[in-house]
């Protein structure tokens, strides 16, 4: 009884999309803190939080010129404090972005359009690499190669078969369950050659 009159009362007070937003953003939150807690206890490593692969992934394409852009519908301010505690911020020379303050300006589709029209980002010059339908649209909108990641979180790697399927319906160009191996992921998406 008492949690339907706690939801009636909710109805009857309808929320602004600012305070929806700051209850989505704790409820978020409370497990990525959960861990970022542990990592500053040294409790895990920062590779511990990312799916197998990641970083050498991100760093080897820095290393071969990739300039490397990341995208996020989580806020601004907590993207680039999870990038920095992971250690992987300054890999981003094109910057890293999250939602606005502005409740209209964190849908992700609106984040991957600024970043991709703020820099003239178009075509074969693009990939986006990313674990969501949004992005890969995005991407094949865009004309650019469209790289989906399909992984299971919990174990860092393998197959999320519900995630593949989605990403497949979405238009990947390719799947990828993890990023074990990166060096010949990397070779095929700019080359053998390495730049400079």
Known sequence: MEIS??????????????????????????????????????????DDLMIAGARGFIEKLAARGAILYLASGTDHIYVTAEANALGIAAFFGGGIYGAL????????????????????LRGAELAVVGDGPVEIREAKARGALALGVASDEIRRCGWNERKRQRLLNAGADL??????????????????????
């Not at 929806?20 to 861990?35: G, M, T």
């Not at 359009?113 to 003239?120: C, F, N, S, T, V």
């Not at 060096?183 to 050659?193: I, K, N, S």
């Open 101 to 120: 303050d502005e409740t209209e300006a964190h849908d992700k589709a609106l984040i991957i359009e600024r970043i991709l029209d703020d820099h003239g």
């Open 175 to 196: 799947l990828i369950a993890d990023f074990t191996h990166g060096d010949a992921l990397v070779e095929r998406l700019m080359g053998t050659a390495p730049r400079g």
């Open 5 to 46: 009159s706690k939801l009636n009362e909710l109805a009857r007070q309808p929320r602004t999309a600012r305070e929806y937003k700051a209850i989505y953003n704790e409820r978020l939150l409370q497990p990525v803190q959960a861990r970022l807690d542990r990592l500053a206890r040294r409790e895990l490593s920062p």
